[in-house]
């Protein structure tokens, strides 16, 4: 019987474990910071217009704006 031939092919090489876990743990981060900041740009892009309040006190109490942008 002939034995089967083998072709000298060094094996891929694998990455560890640990660094596997660091590039998960940096891409989890840079999702988050990445969605903290899009927040924080939405809360500034996107002020409400003027609405209807009371400028003055009412007498039953009604709410009125504390510091008013109009």
Same mark, same amino acid.
């Given at each position: 019987? @002939?034995? #089967? %031939?083998?072709?000298?092919?060094? *094996? #891929?090489?694998?990455? @560890?474990?640990?660094? =596997?876990?660091? =590039?998960?743990?940096?891409?989890?981060?840079? %999702?988050?910071?990445?969605?903290?900041? +899009?927040?924080? $740009? %939405?809360?500034?892009? @996107?002020? #409400?217009? !003027? %609405?209807? +309040?009371?400028?003055? *006190?009412?007498?039953?109490?009604? $709410?009125?704006?504390?510091?008013?942008? !109009?």
């Amino acid at each position: 019987m @002939s034995s #089967p %031939v083998t072709l000298d092919q060094p *094996e #891929p090489k694998r990455r @560890s474990t640990p660094l =596997m876990l660091l =590039m998960a743990a940096l891409a989890i981060v840079g %999702v988050l910071i990445g969605a903290n900041a +899009h927040l924080v $740009y %939405v809360a500034f892009a @996107s002020q #409400p217009d !003027c %609405v209807a +309040h009371l400028k003055t *006190e009412s007498k039953h109490g009604g $709410y009125r704006a504390a510091k008013s942008a !109009c």
